[in-house]
T-cell receptor, first 112, second 115 residues
């Protein structure tokens, strides 16, 4: 799997937007960009994914650079419940039951 | 919202004993997975399962591990002879399809402690 690079940690204030960056300079044309998060003492949770276009869902937005070498997960209005480790993961579109390769992710701290 | 259910939430076992961790994936999902997370470390892929057979497995998934779908709803991970280093959180996950544009749904995990 192509490698991703994320900051170890970020801090934000409650009710403010949060932009979580991810670099994936070796991404291939067929890789999807997935984001998961892991709240304390819980299993990972799917957040969002995209291929080329920006994506929005009820949890977050995903902004993908035009060259696809980086992406940003946007939480529009952070709450204390959004404090978690956020993982940016690439998955080849070839399909099959391949496993996800988790890195260390970004530990997001939300200040009240 | 549909959930992946794992039981038990915490299991303590003696070294050398066999353990079975149980999972009930989401009912219309076809792909099933086990991951583990040793305390303070990354989430690691163990195995994927589709159409009643293993599709992919990692180096961690050696002969001590096995998986089974004994009926239409349960998915189990068996560790035959547990070692101290098997102590970890074990997460089950399922996916509707195996294509990379589908997300996974993870369970809350089973904390396995080997003493």
């Amino acid at each position: 799997d192509a490698k991703t690079t994320q900051p170890n940690s970020m801090e934000s204030n409650e009710e403010e937007p949060v932009h979580l960056p991810c670099n994936h300079s070796t991404i291939s044309g067929t890789d999807y960009i997935h984001w998961y998060r892991q709240l304390p003492s819980q299993g990972p949770e799917y957040v969002i994914h995209g291929l080329t276009s920006n994506v929005n869902n009820r949890m977050a937005s995903l902004a993908i650079a035009e060259d696809r070498k980086s992406s940003t997960l946007i939480l529009h209005r952070a709450t204390l419940r959004d404090a978690a480790v956020y993982y940016c993961i690439l998955r080849d579109s070839g399909g099959g039951a391949d496993g996800l390769t988790f890195g260390k992710g970004t530990h997001l701290i939300i200040q009240p | 919202e549909p959930e992946v259910t794992q039981t038990p939430s915490h299991q303590v076992t003696q070294m050398g004993q066999e353990v079975i961790l149980r999972c009930v994936p989401i009912s219309n999902h076809l792909y099933f997975y086990w991951y583990r997370q040793i305390l303070g470390q990354k989430v690691e892929f163990l195995v994927s399962f589709y159409n009643n057979e293993i599709s992919e497995k990692s180096e961690i998934f050696d002969d001590q591990f096995s998986v089974e779908r004994p009926d239409g709803s349960n998915f189990t991970l068996k560790i035959r002879s547990t070692k101290l280093e098997d102590s970890a959180m074990y997460f089950c996950a399922s996916s509707e399809q195996g294509y990379s544009f589908y997300g996974y749904t993870f369970g809350s995990g089973t904390r396995l402690t080997v003493v």
